[in-house]
């Protein structure tokens, strides 16, 4: 079964608010989370590191006023796209690694598809 | 820094045909390589990985992958398709140790033709 969620899986907004996407581990503690973005028939490109208890590294490009990350539980990450525009629409996807697993698979969310209009 | 070059972005075959979607990586470092596939509209689900020892891995469903240092390759393959197996597949690399997140290729979309 799924070891990480997300939530929701669509969502459909109006441009300029604000849509918040939540991804769980569900069986494990995870002090960091991986946010990556998915456009269409492309490959999938890291966005943030989200770290418990601190900030999330963002990847050069990546703004990070706009896309806010809160990790404030071991098992609870937060991506808030912030004054959304259609150029954010795109495919979210988290994911999470065991702790202390050594094999470096990672799981992944089933990924929140985002559309602004 | 990792890289990953998945050379082929299509790639249709007919059903019960041998497929191999290519995938070559670039490392100064040891590393760690996966495969995930994709389903339309879904996250990613781990199809095989190598860490260490054997260099042939395989899947449940009938993939496999080798990996091979000299080519710095790890090639999927498998001898028999199924409709079922259209989808999108993607090649991956990490550096062992430490929490670190993993580099994607492109990905190669693989439609099986009945």
């Given at each position: 079964?799924?070891?990480?969620?997300?939530?929701?899986?669509?969502?459909?907004?109006?441009?300029?608010?604000?849509?918040?996407?939540?991804?769980?581990?569900?069986?494990?503690?995870?002090?960091?989370?991986?946010?990556?973005?998915?456009?269409?028939?492309?490959?999938?490109?890291?966005?943030?590191?989200?770290?418990?208890?601190?900030?999330?590294?963002?990847?050069?490009?990546?703004?990070?006023?706009?896309?806010?990350?809160?990790?404030?539980?071991?098992?609870?990450?937060?991506?808030?796209?912030?004054?959304?525009?259609?150029?954010?629409?795109?495919?979210?996807?988290?994911?999470?690694?065991?702790?202390?697993?050594?094999?470096?698979?990672?799981?992944?969310?089933?990924?929140?598809?985002?559309?602004?209009? | 820094?990792?890289?990953?070059?998945?050379?082929?972005?299509?790639?249709?075959?007919?059903?019960?045909?041998?497929?191999?979607?290519?995938?070559?990586?670039?490392?100064?470092v040891s590393v760690y390589l996966f495969w995930y596939v994709q389903y339309p509209n879904q996250g990613l689900q781990l199809l095989l990985k190598y860490l260490s020892g054997s260099t042939l891995v395989e899947s449940i469903?009938?993939?496999?992958?080798?990996?091979?240092?000299?080519?710095?390759?790890?090639?999927?393959?498998?001898?028999?398709?199924?409709?079922?197996?259209?989808?999108?597949?993607?090649?991956?690399?990490?550096?062992?140790?430490?929490?670190?997140?993993?580099?994607?290729?492109?990905?190669?979309?693989?439609?099986?033709?009945?």
């Amino acid at each position: 079964g799924a070891v990480v969620s997300q939530h929701p899986s669509w969502v459909i907004c109006k441009s300029g608010t604000s849509v918040k996407i939540e991804c769980r581990s569900l069986d494990f503690q995870a002090t960091t989370m991986f946010w990556y973005r998915q456009f269409p028939k492309q490959s999938l490109m890291l966005m943030a590191t989200s770290n418990e208890g601190s900030k999330a590294t963002y990847e050069q490009g990546v703004e990070k006023d706009k896309f806010l990350i809160n990790h404030a539980s071991l098992t609870l990450s937060t991506l808030t796209v912030t004054s959304a525009h259609p150029e954010d629409s795109s495919f979210y996807i988290c994911s999470a690694r065991r702790p202390g697993s050594g094999t470096g698979e990672l799981f992944f969310g089933e990924g929140s598809r985002l559309t602004v209009l | 820094a990792q890289s990953v070059t998945q050379l082929d972005s299509q790639v249709p075959v007919f059903e019960e045909a041998p497929v191999e979607l290519r995938c070559n990586y670039s490392s100064s470092v040891s590393v760690y390589l996966f495969w995930y596939v994709q389903y339309p509209n879904q996250g990613l689900q781990l199809l095989l990985k190598y860490l260490s020892g054997s260099t042939l891995v395989e899947s449940i469903n009938g993939f496999e992958a080798e990996f091979n240092k000299s080519q710095t390759s790890f090639h999927l393959r498998k001898p028999s398709v199924h409709i079922s197996d259209t989808a999108e597949y993607f090649c991956a690399v990490s550096r062992p140790g430490g929490n670190t997140p993993l580099v994607f290729g492109k990905g190669t979309r693989l439609s099986v033709i009945a």
